[in-house]
T-cell receptor, first 114, second 113 residues
């Protein structure tokens, strides 16, 4: 089955640690995105990538890093520089960057700092 | 900058119609979307409408667009308990970089049996 998979579903991090969230898609989509979701707020774009080995900052990139070494994978690292990392993180992919193609979302990773 | 606004909560009885409203600020928006999010899950695209359309209907879902007032609504007919979820309105403009889909905060729909 084609789809987009995020792992893990739940992640706990101690303060000062870096953690990496996985996002894999087998839809052959070019564009991939990371969003952060906080209660009562819309999705905020962290990073996006339109092609392998290329990625761009979104609206709230500080404290995060990404890589796009393979078309199907777009991992997100939450670094210790991110002061308020507890949130629900959503990965999405789209065939192209154009807005008229459907974005497919993963099931999300809930990150909690303990 | 661009903004999308929605009311945060809506409560309806099972069998009634639900109407979720959304306003947006970018008059150049070309695609407007409705996504559904069930608890602990990702977003699922329900429907989208192109800005030169006034209405789109898909089974129990009706989308109405008032481009002059920048107002978008989603009507769910015969609302069921399984429709309980958060509904996100979103807009994008491929001409200015379709990657930047702007999402509203989401409307939480409660369906009472």
């Amino acid at each position: 089955d084609g789809g987009i998979t995020q792992s893990p579903k739940y992640l706990f991090r101690k303060e000062g640690q870096n953690v990496t969230l996985s996002c894999e898609q087998n839809l052959n989509h070019d564009a991939m995105y990371w969003y952060r979701q906080d209660p009562g707020q819309g999705l905020r774009l962290i990073y996006y990538s339109q092609i392998v080995n290329d990625f761009q900052k979104g609206d709230i990139a500080e404290g995060y890093s990404v890589s796009r070494e393979k078309k199907e994978s777009f991992p997100l690292t939450v670094t210790s520089a991110q002061k308020n990392p507890t949130a629900f993180y959503l990965c999405a992919s789209r065939l192209t960057l154009a807005g008229n193609t459907e974005a497919f979302f993963g099931q999300g990773t809930r990150l909690t700092v303990v | 900058g661009e903004d999308v606004e929605q009311s945060l909560f809506l409560s309806v009885r099972e069998g009634d119609s639900s109407v979720i409203n959304c306003t947006y600020t970018d008059s150049s928006s070309t695609y407007l979307y409705w996504y559904k999010q069930e608890p602990g899950a990702g977003l699922q695209l329900l429907t989208y409408i192109f800005s030169n359309m006034d209405m789109k209907q898909d089974q129990r879902l009706t989308v109405l667009l008032n481009k002059k007032d920048k107002h978008l609504s989603l009507r769910i007919a015969d609302t069921q308990t399984g429709d309980s979820a958060i509904y996100f309105c979103a807009e994008s403009n491929p001409l200015t970089g379709g990657f930047k889909t702007i999402f509203g905060a989401g409307t939480r729909l409660f369906v009472k049996a």
